[in-house]
């Protein structure tokens, strides 16, 4: 039924909250799952006490019941558990408070988790969240590493000592958070937002050690989930044991048996690669001794033939024949000039046998007249005509007389 205020006729603070009452009173019985956050169970008080909170939503709601509807699960509830309850809501008229009175209450079961995994992670999954593809690599050397596990826990010691004692310089950046219960997804998502913002870490662990499937159940959240795979820095999930596979596993960019195995699979040994130093350099060196060993083997064996060997026999051989050519050639050179001198000899005889000065040395003469004509007639002169006479010791001018004629 609507009621009318106005400044002038207020409504008193106790009839609001009856008409809240009221109004609450009509909801009814509902069924109601959650997970405890704080459970207060005083002694001798016939009340049980409970938080009940949302573990997808910052929301929570006061539970009461009985002490014997509690005491039939008390065995199995406590901080922590999902449950399931038949709550009535009920309002505290004189606090204006709201609560939750149980009548029945129910634990969640393994198998029905499980199978909400499942759907959530078959639903991840068709997003492309697991895929391969989306693996980052992890760096070979980082030089700062991130850390996100519970404080003081196993995980972390594994973690720190392990690494630590394969490469003592590397470096942590830890945040500790709280790994189980109502709060361990919202401080492990923003640890992990933290890191990955962080400019000098370069790779994230988020560790924890074994626990049941309820205990493992933060790292299933879809928050966090989201929050990994939004990261820009490759993330190492290490959580549990080998057998215990959150959804944290798959999203993450390498999946860790173990926080040991974290520590192991992030930070390489120095020791193993000193020794894989010395074994590459021992490698290069035997490759770059038989490689000079092989040249120095093929230079000798080039060095051997006898082409090589005795350079000199390419030219002795072609040089005594040169010799014998050129000797060759003397001789016959030799020989054709003999015979040229001969012949020459020869014809210079018979040249000076024939020559007019050889008929001059033997008295003749050779008379001209003066127009240089040779008188070979003497019909040709008249007497007291100048001649001139040349014999073999020189000439002289004579004079052709009467008689002569």
């Not at 826990?153 to 470096?171: C, G, H, K, Q, T």
């Not at 919202?186 to 205990?215: C, F, K, M, N, T």
């Not at 240089?372 to 007497?383: F, I, K, L, N, Y």
Request: aromatic share 4%.
């Amino acid at each position: 039924m609507a009621n009318t205020s106005s400044p002038e006729a207020p409504i008193p603070v106790g009839k609001v909250s009856a008409l809240i009452g009221g109004w609450i009173d009509r909801l009814g019985e509902v069924w109601v799952e959650g997970q405890i956050t704080q459970l207060s169970r005083r002694p001798g008080a016939g009340v049980v006490f409970l938080t009940l909170r949302d573990p997808e939503r910052d929301v929570s709601l006061t539970v009461t019941c009985f002490r014997a509807v509690f005491d039939r699960v008390a065995e199995d509830v406590q901080e922590g558990s999902r449950i399931i309850l038949l709550a009535k809501p009920e309002w505290y008229l004189a606090r204006g408070t709201l609560s939750l009175r149980a009548s029945e209450i129910r634990l969640v079961g393994l198998g029905e988790l499980l199978a909400r995994l499942e759907h959530l992670k078959r639903r991840l999954a068709a997003e492309g969240l697991f895929a391969a593809e989306r693996k980052r690599p992890l760096p070979f050397l980082p030089h700062c590493i991130g850390l996100v596990t519970g404080r003081g826990s196993a995980a972390e010691r594994d973690v720190l000592e392990n690494a630590r004692r394969r490469w003592p310089a590397v470096r942590f950046e830890v945040r500790n958070v709280p790994v189980q219960g109502v709060s361990a997804v919202a401080q492990v998502s923003a640890a992990v937002r933290e890191l990955d913002a962080h400019p000098e870490v370069d790779v994230i662990i988020v560790a924890r050690g074994g626990g049941s499937v309820e205990d493992l159940l933060p790292f299933s959240d879809e928050e966090l989930v989201r929050t990994v795979a939004a990261a820009r820095t490759p993330v190492v999930s290490a959580i549990g044991h080998e057998p215990d596979q959150p959804l944290l596993d798959w999203v993450a960019d390498l999946r860790a048996s173990t926080p040991t195995d974290a520590a192991k699979r992030v930070v390489p040994d120095v020791g193993e690669e000193l020794t894989k130093v010395h074994q590459l350099r021992d490698r290069a060196r035997r490759q770059v001794f038989g490689r000079v060993e092989r040249e120095l083997a093929g230079l000798a064996s080039v060095r051997s033939r006898p082409v090589l060997a005795a350079p000199h026999r390419l030219v002795d051989g072609p040089a005594d024949e040169v010799a014998a050519l050129v000797e060759r050639a003397r001789r016959c050179l030799g020989h054709r000039l003999d015979a040229a001198e001969s012949d020459l000899g020869h014809t210079l005889a018979r040249v000076v046998a024939l020559s007019p000065l050889a008929t001059l040395e033997r008295g003749y003469a050779v008379l001209q007249r003066t127009d240089g004509h040779v008188v070979t007639d003497p019909a040709q002169v008249a007497a007291g005509e100048q001649l001139h006479a040349k014999v073999a010791e020189g000439a002289f001018d004579v004079t052709v007389g009467e008689a002569n004629v």
